[in-house]
């Protein structure tokens, strides 16, 4: 599931950089043929990677015993949350017949958007391999 997971995170990410040099190109029209854009296939592959993220890193939490269960829980209401917001910006800009590069500005700025690349750099810092093996700093202090 950490491979699923850091995937995804990767999709987006790549995407989202894609968006801010697609923003960056002042295109009033998309180029090429519509549906068959570069643009969209980045946005679709960043919608797919959206759909079932949070059930993804609940599987991790869940394999893992990642504790305490009620701040995971939490937190993954929250990713949901905002991968669902996230999702229906990309659907949105989708939905469109050309995608200009203001449009994906917009997208970029959103707040939904940020909010959820926050979410996965969040996440990446937890799942990773060696997280695991720093103490935290509210863990009890080894007795000599």
């Known amino acids: 599931m950490k491979t699923e997971l850091k995937d995804r995170c990767s999709r987006i990410e790549e995407a989202y950089e894609f968006m801010l040099a697609y923003a960056a190109q002042g295109l009033r029209i998309e180029p090429g043929s519509g549906m068959g854009s570069q643009i969209r296939s980045m946005l679709i592959t960043c919608e797919k990677s959206l759909n079932g993220l ?5 599987q991790i939490v869940r394999a893992d015993n990642l504790q305490p269960t009620s701040a995971y829980e939490n937190f993954i209401t929250v990713l949901a949350r905002d991968a669902e917001d996230a999702g229906a910006s990309v659907q949105l800009v989708l939905a469109q017949p050309s995608i200009s590069s203001q449009m994906v500005d917009n997208l970029n700025a959103s707040i939904h958007l ?4 926050t979410d996965l750099f969040l996440i990446d810092e937890i799942v990773r391999p060696e997280a695991a093996s720093v103490p935290s700093a509210n863990a009890p202090a080894e007795s000599e």
């Open 114 to 117: 940020r909010a959820l690349l």
């Open 54 to 58: 949070a059930d993804v890193f609940t």
